[in-house]
């Protein structure tokens, strides 16, 4: 499995941990580690780039909110 396929894999495994209301990182990593049989530090690792990944998507949002709520002067 090249590096960047295991990576999407990683994040869709979590994604799907998250829709179905697991909250818990460490019970995310562990179901993870044992679903896709991948060392555990790799799952953190790609944790990391989805949680910032999503940050970015996070912060957009909240900009383009803000411009559609902002007054207009």
Do not use: F, H
Request: charged share 30%.
């Amino acid at each position: 499995m090249n590096r960047t396929n295991q990576s999407t894999i990683i994040k869709a495994a979590i994604n799907d941990l998250l829709e179905e209301g697991v909250t818990d990182k460490q019970e995310i990593y562990s179901k993870v580690v044992d679903k896709l049989d991948v060392p555990r530090p790799t799952v953190r690792r790609v944790a990391g780039d989805l949680r910032n990944e999503l940050l970015k998507k996070i912060k957009i949002l909240q900009s383009e909110a803000q411009q559609t709520i902002a007054p207009s002067v």
